[in-house]
C-alpha cells in the first residue's frame, strides 16, 4: 500500500501505536476483533479498522501539493475535498476557496475562473458536465484531480454493463457528490436511476413488475432518473452499483431484491452480475465495526463529519446494540454530564445530558468516519479521559498493549 505524505497535524502517535501494533500482528487483515485501552475506570474499545482510507489520504497529499506548487495562482475546489470540518477548514486557511457547496450550489460563478487558476477536483469525483464546463474555460481538469481510484472503479463498472444494454440503478444518496457524479458518467453509456434504500427499491420495483402504472414514475422518481429515461423499455435489463460509502448491507439485500424481480419477469440475463463495488476501506471499516457490536461497551462514540455518508453507516450499525454519540471533534464534549452531537435520523445537532454511565467500569467504543484524521480521535479520547479521576497514564496503557 502507497504512503501518503499528510501533514503532521493530522497523526497521532496514540493512534499510530495501536494501529502499527495491530499491523504487525496482523498483515493481512484476517483478524476483525477489537483492540482495547483499558485506562482503569474506563476502557476503551477499537475497532479494527477506522479513520483516514487511501483516497482520503491520497487527496490530502494532492491538495497540499497543488498548494505548495502553486504560491502564485488561486487554488480553487468544486467542492469540499472531504466530509471533514476540521480539514476543509485547513485547506481554506491555505488560501483555498470553494466554488460551490456539496449539493452543487454555487458560491463562485464560472465566469471568475480563469485559465490561470488551478481547480481541485474533490475525492467524490465530479460530473462529465462539470469536467467539460473546466475545460471550456482552459482549465487542466488532471494535475490535480483526487477523485478516489474506488469510486473511478464504480464508473468502470457502471460503463461496462451499461455497454451492454443494461439500465445502472445506483444506491446512493441522490445529492451527494459521488453519487451526483456516478450519476453522470454511468448516463454516457446508459439509462439510469437512482435509489436511496430499500423502500424506494420496492416503489421501482412496482415499474418493473407492472404493478405501478408506467405514467407515475416521471413523478415519484423526479430528479433521480436520466434524461429519455423510457420506464416501458429500460426496465428489462438492469444492474445495480453503488455510491462506495453506503451500507454493504443494504446494498446487497437491493442488489438481491432487483435480481429477484427482474429475473422473475424477463429471465436470468435479465441481470447483470455487478459484484460489490464498494470501495475497500468502507467493507473494512463496516466489518470491523459489526465486530464490537457484541463486546457489552455501554456506549459508541463515532467521530466524523456529519455530513460524512460513511461515518453515518458506522453508526447505523453500532446503535443496533448500544447507545452511540455521533461527533464531529471533542469540542462537542461538554463535561461528563453533557454531550452536543448529531442525531443523524433527525438530521439535526442536538444535547444529551448524563451520557456516561455512573459504575466503576466504563466501556466506550471510539471510532471514526473514513474522512476523520486520527489526531480528532486521540484528542477526544483525551477529552473524554479529563472527566474520570485516577486514570491510567496513556504511555503506561500503550506499552502494556504493544507487549500482549
Known amino acids: 500500500m502507497k504512503k501518503f505524505e499528510i501533514p503532521e497535524k493530522y497523526k497521532s502517535s496514540v493512534i499510530a501505536t495501536v494501529k502499527d501494533w495491530r499491523k504487525r500482528r496482523d498483515p493481512r487483515k484476517q483478524d476483525v476483533s477489537p483492540s482495547s ?30 498548494i ?4 502564485d495562482k488561486r487554488i480553487f475546489l468544486l467542492s469540499q475535498m472531504i466530509h471533514n470540518p476540521a480539514v476543509n477548514e485547513d485547506l481554506e486557511a ?5 466554488i460551490m457547496d456539496t449539493e452543487g450550489h454555487q458560491f ?39 477523485t478516489c481510484p474506488f469510486v473511478e472503479k464504480v464508473w468502470k463498472r457502471s460503463a461496462e454493463i451499461g455497454q451492454k444494454g443494461y439500465t445502472n440503478i445506483i ?88 435480481k429477484g424481480v427482474v429475473t422473475n419477469k424477463y429471465g436470468p440475463d435479465a441481470f447483470a452480475d455487478t459484484r460489490d463495488t464498494l470501495c475497500y476501506a468502507t467493507n473494512d471499516n463496516q466489518d470491523a465495526t459489526n465486530a464490537v457490536r457484541s463486546v457489552g461497551a455501554d456506549l459508541a462514540i463515532v467521530i466524523g463529519g456529519y455530513n460524512s455518508s460513511n461515518t453515518s453507516q458506522l453508526v447505523t450499525i453500532l446503535e443496533e446494540t448500544m447507545p452511540v454519540y455521533f461527533i464531529k471533534d ?52 483525551e477529552q473524554i ?3 474520570f479521576e485516577n486514570t491510567h497514564e496513556i504511555e503506561s496503557v500503550l506499552t502494556q498493549l504493544i507487549q500482549e
Open 37 to 66: 485501552l483499558d485506562f482503569g475506570p474506563v476502557e476503551f474499545i477499537l475497532p479494527r479498522h477506522f479513520g483516514f482510507c487511501y483516497g482520503v489520504e491520497n487527496a490530502i497529499e494532492i491538495s497540499y501539493k497543488a
Open 68 to 71: 505548495n506548487e502553486n504560491p
Open 94 to 98: 491555505a488560501g483555498i476557496r470553494f
Open 108 to 146: 463562485i460563478d464560472w465566469s471568475e475562473i480563469t485559465s490561470e487558476d488551478v481547480v481541485i477536483i474533490p475525492a467524490f469525483g465530479t460530473t462529465i458536465e462539470i469536467e467539460e464546463k473546466l475545460k471550456s474555460l482552459g482549465v487542466e481538469t488532471k494535475k490535480y484531480n483526487t
Open 171 to 258: 444506491h446512493g444518496k441522490y445529492k451527494h457528490e459521488e453519487t451526483r457524479a456516478t450519476f453522470s458518467h454511468s448516463n454516457q453509456h446508459s439509462a439510469s436511476i437512482i435509489v436511496r434504500d430499500m423502500k424506494e427499491a420496492q416503489k421501482l420495483a412496482g415499474y418493473i413488475t407492472g404493478d405501478s402504472p408506467a405514467d407515475s414514475f416521471y413523478e415519484v422518481f423526479k430528479g433521480k432518473y436520466s434524461e429519455g429515461f423510457q420506464v416501458e423499455s429500460d426496465l428489462k435489463k438492469i444492474g445495480v452499483v453503488n455510491q462506495t460509502t453506503m451500507l454493504a448491507t443494504e446494498t446487497q439485500e437491493i442488489a438481491d431484491f432487483f
Open 330 to 381: 471533542q469540542n462537542e464534549i461538554i463535561d461528563r454530564n453533557t454531550i452536543r452531537h448529531f442525531n443523524y435520523g433527525q438530521n439535526q445537532l442536538i444535547t444529551s445530558f448524563g451520557w456516561l454511565p455512573i459504575k466503576a467500569k466504563v466501556r466506550i467504543v471510539l471510532t471514526s468516519g473514513a474522512s476523520c484524521p486520527d489526531t480528532v480521535v486521540e484528542s477526544v479520547l
Open 385 to 387: 479521559l479529563g472527566t
